[in-house]
C-alpha cells in the first residue's frame, strides 16, 4: 500500500479498536480460556452418510452387485488419507426404506448418494428426493450406464437444494466432493483470534453473523494481552525457534538482525501459546504492525502449519483462507494487487506469505528475510514463488459470495516501490479485471482500502469445486475476472 492507504488502515484500525467489544457476547463461551490441547489443534471428524440407491444383478441398466463393495473399499481408502473424515450407513435402497435411512441422518454432516439405476425418474429419485429434502449437504454419484433418471438431477439444484451433482465415471471425483464437504462442519468447530477488532465488510466484522451464518466463533484478544504473551516467552526457546525455522533456512538475510528476528520466533511462539488456550485455529490482528513485533514471521509459520494467520484484521480474508484450508489443504498468500493491461497481468505483493504454499507436507519455497517493506522496520519475507504455476485468486465477501479469478505465474519481481513477495500472473482479461474489481459487491466504505483491495492467492485451479461448495453451502460464486 502507498503511504496514504496505510495511513487509512492505521485510522481504521484505532477506530475498530473498541471493537474489542464485540466479545462482551461471547465472553461466557470464551470462558473456557487456558485448556490446552495438541498443537497444530485437531477438528473433530467428519461424518458423511452413504447410501446406495438402485437395482443391483445382471437386470438392464443395473450395477454389478459386486460394485457396493468396490465403492466400500475405495471409501475405506478415501478414510485413510484424509484422517478426518468417516463414512457411516451404508444401506442399499431398496430393500432398505427410505424412511429408515432419513431418520438415521441428524448424526450426520453430509450425504453421499450413489445413483446404481433407474430407468426413469421413478422410485430411485422418490427415495433421492426424501434424502435430499432433509436439506444436509448431499453429493450424488451417478456413473454411466445407471439409468436415466439422470436427467431429473439437475432440477434439484434448480430448486437451490444443496446437492453436487457427479454424472461422471471418474470416482476421484468422489474424493474432492467429500473434502468439500469437510468445511462447513470445521467452520462450526473454528475459533479465531481477533486481536484489536476485526476489519472488513460489515457482515464479517460481526461476531454474531460469522456465529450464525457459519457458526465460526471470533475470540476478542487485546494487545497488552499479546504483550504479556510475548513477555512470558522464554529467550531461550524464542532463540531456537528462530534458528530452526529462519535462520538456519534463509537463502540470505539483508536489513533484520538475528535480535529481531528472534523477537519475531518469540511473537510466535506467544502467539502459539494464546491459541492453545483458545482452542483456535486461525488468528487475524490489526495491530499486526504494531508491538510487540510485527507479524509477517508469525502467520507464515502458521499458515506453513496448516492453520491461518491472516495480517490487518482482515476477517474477509481469515475467512476465505479457512474455507480454503478446510477443502484443499493449503494456505493463501493476503496480495495487495495492482493491474497492468499491458502485460495483461494482475502482480500480486505483500509482506506476509507462507512458505509451503503446496501445504504443510510440501517442500518450503526459497526465501529472503527481510524488513517490513512500509516501515522499513521489524521482519519480512520475500519468498520466490514458482514460475508457472496456476493460481486461484479469491475473497469471500459479505459471508454470503465468493469473488473468484485465476492466473498463471510469469515472473517475479523484487520492485523497492512494492512489498516484498511479489509475482506476476497473467490472467484472462486485465482489463475487465480493471473495470470489475469487486464486481459491485464490495466498496471501501468506512472499513477503508483494505477491504477492497486485499484478495488471497492460492496455488492451483479450484474454481470448479469452488463452485461446487457454494451450491453445499449456500453462497454465490462470482468470477471477476
Same mark, same amino acid.
Given at each position: 500500500?502507498?503511504?496514504?492507504?496505510?495511513? $487509512?488502515?492505521?485510522? *481504521?484500525?484505532?477506530?475498530?479498536?473498541?471493537?474489542?467489544?464485540?466479545?462482551?457476547?461471547?465472553? @461466557?463461551?470464551?470462558?473456557?480460556?487456558?485448556?490446552?490441547?495438541?498443537?497444530?489443534?485437531?477438528?473433530?471428524?467428519?461424518? !458423511?452418510?452413504?447410501?446406495?440407491?438402485?437395482? /443391483?444383478?445382471?437386470?438392464?441398466?443395473?450395477?454389478?452387485?459386486?460394485?457396493?463393495?468396490?465403492?466400500?473399499?475405495?471409501?475405506?481408502?478415501?478414510?485413510?488419507?484424509?484422517?478426518?473424515?468417516?463414512?457411516?450407513?451404508? $444401506?442399499?435402497?431398496?430393500? *432398505?426404506?427410505?424412511?429408515?435411512?432419513?431418520?438415521?441422518?441428524?448424526?450426520?454432516?453430509?450425504?453421499?448418494?450413489?445413483?446404481?439405476?433407474?430407468?426413469?425418474?421413478?422410485?430411485?429419485?422418490?427415495?433421492?428426493?426424501?434424502i435430499i429434502d432433509t436439506g444436509l449437504p448431499t453429493a450424488v454419484f451417478s456413473q454411466p450406464f445407471s439409468g436415466h433418471?439422470?436427467?431429473?438431477?439437475?432440477?434439484?439444484?434448480?430448486?437451490?437444494?444443496?446437492?453436487?451433482?457427479?454424472?461422471? @465415471?471418474?470416482?476421484?471425483? !468422489?474424493?474432492?466432493?467429500?473434502?468439500?464437504?469437510?468445511?462447513?462442519?470445521?467452520?462450526?468447530?473454528?475459533?479465531?483470534?481477533?486481536?484489536?477488532?476485526?476489519?472488513?465488510?460489515?457482515?464479517?466484522? &460481526?461476531?454474531?453473523?460469522?456465529?450464525?451464518?457459519?457458526?465460526?466463533?471470533? !475470540?476478542?484478544?487485546?494487545?497488552?494481552?499479546?504483550?504479556?504473551?510475548?513477555?512470558?516467552?522464554?529467550?531461550?526457546?524464542?532463540?531456537?525457534?528462530?534458528?530452526?525455522?529462519?535462520?538456519?533456512?534463509?537463502?540470505?538475510?539483508?536489513?533484520?538482525?538475528?535480535?529481531?528476528?528472534?523477537?519475531?520466533?518469540?511473537?510466535?511462539? *506467544?502467539?502459539? $501459546?494464546?491459541?492453545?488456550?483458545?482452542?483456535?485455529?486461525?488468528?487475524? &490482528? &490489526?495491530?499486526?504492525?504494531?508491538?510487540?513485533?510485527?507479524?509477517?514471521?508469525?502467520?507464515?509459520?502458521?499458515?506453513?502449519?496448516?492453520?491461518?494467520?491472516?495480517?490487518?484484521?482482515?476477517?474477509?480474508? /481469515?475467512?476465505?483462507?479457512?474455507?480454503?484450508?478446510?477443502?484443499?489443504? #493449503?494456505?493463501?498468500? #493476503?496480495?495487495?494487487?495492482?493491474?497492468?493491461?499491458?502485460?495483461?497481468?494482475?502482480?500480486?505483493?505483500?509482506? /506476509?506469505?507462507?512458505?509451503?504454499?503446496?501445504?504443510?507436507?510440501?517442500?518450503?519455497?526459497?526465501?529472503? #528475510?527481510?524488513?517490513? @517493506?512500509?516501515?522499513?522496520?521489524?521482519?519480512?519475507?520475500?519468498?520466490?514463488?514458482?514460475?508457472?504455476?496456476?493460481?486461484?485468486?479469491?475473497?469471500?465477501?459479505?459471508?454470503?459470495?465468493?469473488?473468484?479469478?485465476?492466473?498463471? !505465474?510469469?515472473?517475479?519481481?523484487?520492485?523497492?516501490?512494492?512489498?516484498?513477495?511479489?509475482?506476476? /500472473?497473467?490472467?484472462?482479461?486485465?482489463?475487465?479485471?480493471?473495470?470489475?474489481?469487486?464486481?459491485?459487491?464490495?466498496?471501501?466504505?468506512?472499513?477503508?482500502?483494505?477491504?477492497?483491495?486485499?484478495?488471497?492467492?492460492?496455488?492451483?485451479?479450484?474454481?470448479?469445486?469452488?463452485?461446487?461448495?457454494?451450491?453445499?453451502?449456500?453462497?454465490?460464486?462470482?468470477?471477476?475476472?
Amino acid at each position: 500500500m502507498n503511504d496514504l492507504n496505510r495511513r $487509512e488502515f492505521l485510522e *481504521a484500525s484505532a477506530a475498530g479498536a473498541g471493537a474489542v467489544l464485540l466479545g462482551s457476547q461471547l465472553s @461466557s463461551r470464551s470462558a473456557m480460556a487456558g485448556q490446552t490441547g495438541r498443537w497444530p489443534p485437531k477438528l473433530p471428524t467428519v461424518k !458423511i452418510y452413504k447410501v446406495y440407491i438402485g437395482r /443391483t444383478g445382471g437386470i438392464y441398466l443395473s450395477r454389478p452387485k459386486e460394485e457396493i463393495a468396490r465403492f466400500d473399499k475405495y471409501l475405506a481408502n478415501v478414510e485413510r488419507k484424509l484422517g478426518d473424515v468417516k463414512f457411516i450407513g451404508g $444401506e442399499l435402497v431398496p430393500p *432398505a426404506k427410505v424412511d429408515k435411512v432419513v431418520a438415521k441422518l441428524r448424526n450426520a454432516d453430509g450425504v453421499l448418494l450413489f445413483h446404481l439405476s433407474g430407468h426413469g425418474g421413478g422410485a430411485p429419485k422418490a427415495a433421492m428426493d426424501k434424502i435430499i429434502d432433509t436439506g444436509l449437504p448431499t453429493a450424488v454419484f451417478s456413473q454411466p450406464f445407471s439409468g436415466h433418471g439422470w436427467m431429473y438431477f439437475p432440477q434439484w439444484q434448480k430448486a437451490g437444494k444443496k446437492v453436487v451433482l457427479l454424472p461422471t @465415471s471418474n470416482w476421484d471425483e !468422489i474424493e474432492q466432493v467429500v473434502k468439500l464437504m469437510r468445511v462447513a462442519p470445521h467452520l462450526r468447530q473454528t475459533r479465531i483470534l481477533v486481536v484489536r477488532g476485526p476489519l472488513g465488510t460489515d457482515a464479517a466484522c &460481526s461476531a454474531e453473523q460469522v456465529k450464525e451464518r457459519l457458526g465460526v466463533e471470533m !475470540i476478542p484478544i487485546t494487545v497488552e494481552q499479546t504483550l504479556q504473551a510475548h513477555k512470558a516467552v522464554d529467550i531461550k526457546a524464542a532463540e531456537a525457534e528462530a534458528k530452526r525455522y529462519w535462520l538456519s533456512k534463509a537463502e540470505k538475510i539483508v536489513e533484520p538482525s538475528t535480535k529481531e528476528i528472534i523477537n519475531s520466533a518469540r511473537f510466535y511462539l *506467544a502467539t502459539k $501459546e494464546l491459541m492453545i488456550k483458545q482452542r483456535a485455529q486461525a488468528v487475524t &490482528s &490489526s495491530n499486526c504492525m504494531g508491538a510487540p513485533a510485527k507479524g509477517c514471521l508469525t502467520y507464515s509459520k502458521l499458515n506453513d502449519l496448516g492453520l491461518v494467520g491472516a495480517c490487518e484484521g482482515d476477517m474477509d480474508s /481469515t475467512l476465505t483462507m479457512l474455507i480454503f484450508n478446510y477443502a484443499f489443504g #493449503i494456505p493463501g498468500f #493476503i496480495s495487495d494487487p495492482v493491474i497492468d493491461t499491458a502485460s495483461n497481468a494482475l502482480i500480486h505483493f505483500h509482506c /506476509t506469505s507462507a512458505t509451503k504454499m503446496d501445504g504443510p507436507n510440501g517442500k518450503r519455497l526459497p526465501f529472503t #528475510i527481510r524488513t517490513q @517493506s512500509d516501515s522499513e522496520r521489524g521482519v519480512s519475507l520475500d519468498v520466490e514463488n514458482r514460475i508457472g504455476q496456476i493460481v486461484t485468486c479469491a475473497k469471500f465477501v459479505n459471508l454470503d459470495t465468493m469473488l473468484i479469478s485465476t492466473g498463471k !505465474i510469469f515472473k517475479v519481481t523484487h520492485d523497492e516501490l512494492g512489498c516484498r513477495t511479489q509475482y506476476w /500472473t497473467k490472467v484472462n482479461d486485465a482489463d475487465k479485471m480493471f473495470h470489475n474489481w469487486g464486481a459491485d459487491i464490495i466498496k471501501g466504505g468506512k472499513h477503508g482500502v483494505m477491504t477492497m483491495l486485499h484478495r488471497a492467492v492460492f496455488y492451483g485451479d479450484h474454481t470448479q469445486n469452488i463452485k461446487r461448495l457454494g451450491v453445499l453451502m449456500g453462497f454465490n460464486v462470482v468470477e471477476e475476472g
